[in-house]
């Protein structure tokens, strides 16, 4: 089994860096599939995969000073995406409650991610013929990454197609220079969602061997995703989002129907 999430999370990792889609997004709907653990021990395996990724990503960025990522207009969605991840953390230990079958909420969690996704995916398609904004308010960048952080911190996908959605539309971002924003965003709201699932105490029930794998499989594919990115235009990165979405399509149905047999 260790193999196996040190793949998951290499090849998850890899293309989320290059999408700027984190990761999660694969590797919570995939571990899932194989229903080996419950869903609070995924959602805290994926949030450290993708947090160790976005740490090297964004890290080797800022160190490079490759001037990709617009700290100004990026660091309000940043801060609201932080604290939406908190919020969202309760939001799914609120809903969590209500059901006797603990697995049961995976099937909520995959079906709000199939709906999510198949908008992302129409949105991408139809990106040239969309009018699109530049949000210059910091409280307004505040209040949208409060939005995209509550939602990703419920769904335990690390940030996801939402964020290209987002900076594309209400800051006429390219795919590409979305893609290393994102995983600014997806940086800090990562970094609060593990201090809060630490002090839950979520992460007392995880195998520390697993976690240790994912979080190398994390880092490895951050370094492989970078390589990738400076080979690549922002018509590859799109056609590879494009691809990427509808595979998660089909996980997201397979995952809610296994769920709810």
Aim: proline share 2%; hydrophobic share 55%.
């Amino acid at each position: 089994m260790p193999v196996l999430f040190f793949l998951i999370s290499l090849l998850a990792s890899t293309i989320g860096a290059i999408c700027g889609i984190g990761g999660g997004i694969i590797i919570k709907p995939t571990l899932d599939a194989f229903h080996f653990l419950n869903v609070p021990v995924i959602d805290f395996l994926s949030g450290c995969t993708v947090l160790s990724m976005t740490c090297y990503s964004v890290g080797r960025s800022l160190l490079k000073k490759e001037h990709v990522i617009d700290i100004r207009d990026v660091t309000p969605l940043a801060i609201g995406a932080a604290t939406g991840g908190v919020i969202g953390k309760y939001l799914f230990s609120a809903v969590d409650t209500l059901f006797l079958n603990k697995n049961a909420i995976g099937s909520v969690q995959a079906i709000i991610l199939f709906v999510i996704t198949l908008g992302a995916l129409l949105y991408t398609l139809r990106e040239t013929r969309i009018q699109t904004m530049h949000v210059g308010h910091a409280a307004a960048g505040v209040g949208i990454g409060l939005a995209l952080g509550v939602i990703s911190s419920f769904l335990g996908i690390g940030g996801g197609p939402i964020n290209l959605v987002v900076l594309s539309f209400f800051f006429s971002m390219d795919t590409k220079t979305a893609a290393q924003n994102s995983l600014y965003i997806i940086l800090f709201s990562q970094l609060t969602n593990i201090i809060v699932e630490c002090i839950s105490g979520t992460a007392l029930s995880i195998a520390w061997v697993d976690l240790i794998v994912m979080v190398c499989g994390g880092i490895s594919g951050g370094i492989i995703g970078r390589i990738i990115y400076r080979w690549i235009d922002s018509i590859m990165v799109t056609k590879l989002f494009v691809g990427l979405m509808c595979l998660i399509l089909v996980i997201c149905l397979y995952n809610a129907w296994q769920y709810m047999a």
